[in-house]
């Protein structure tokens, strides 16, 4: 990566970390994707129960290889054909691995979902939840967000799942009330109850939507 873009990732990063620490939520910065691995594997102890919701980020930076290979209880709902089974084992679960569909640079978290049990699960459930944030997705407030999460990443993952809603053929948003529609639920994270229950890793990248 440019150089130039990797310093103002990381101070942008450092502001976007502090505007987590002030809603109760904990921020790290990674250099590359491997140190996003690294980072994300500190934080979960061998043994611990982990499931997840669709992140492309979690699985682009090789945390889902990694656990499936090490020592922990990965529920993997693709592997599973009860796939509400393997929702509902999620909000018991040690750890919840996602990423999100946008956030501000003051640490706000905003994100749309069709099935809910991505954001049911970030809001209430998971003893722990870490989000995996390319840098590409840090936006200057919330309605920058907002635009974000439903021109840009909620038309990519119609196609993706070949979806017939009418933004996956004019690649935005159209406020639609489709049956195959993925925005049913928005949820605007901008504090955290619980001390030391969301952790954001920042990765000086472009992961995901």
Known sequence: MNPNITKRNELLAQKVIEGL???????????????A?????CLIPEGSTVTMGGGMSVHEIGLTQALKDGNYNFI????????????LAAYDADFYLMSTNAMTQDGILVNIDGNSNRVSALAQGP???IIIVGMNKICDDVDGAMKRARNVAAPINAQRFGLDT???KTGMC????SPDTICCQFLITRYSKHAGRIHVILVNDNLGF
Not at 37 to 41: C, D, I, R, S, V
Not at 76 to 87: L, S, V, Y
Not at 174 to 177: A, E, F, I, R, V
């Open 76 to 87: 993997d709902r693709d592997e599973m054909t009860d796939k509400r089974a393997a929702m």
């Open 37 to 41: 691995l690294q980072q994300a594997l």
């Open 127 to 129: 003893r722990k939840v």
């Open 21 to 35: 620490a002030s809603r109760n939520m904990t921020g790290y910065y990674a250099a590359d994707k491997e140190a």
């Open 166 to 168: 009418p933004c996956s």
């Open 174 to 177: 159209m406020d639609c009330k």
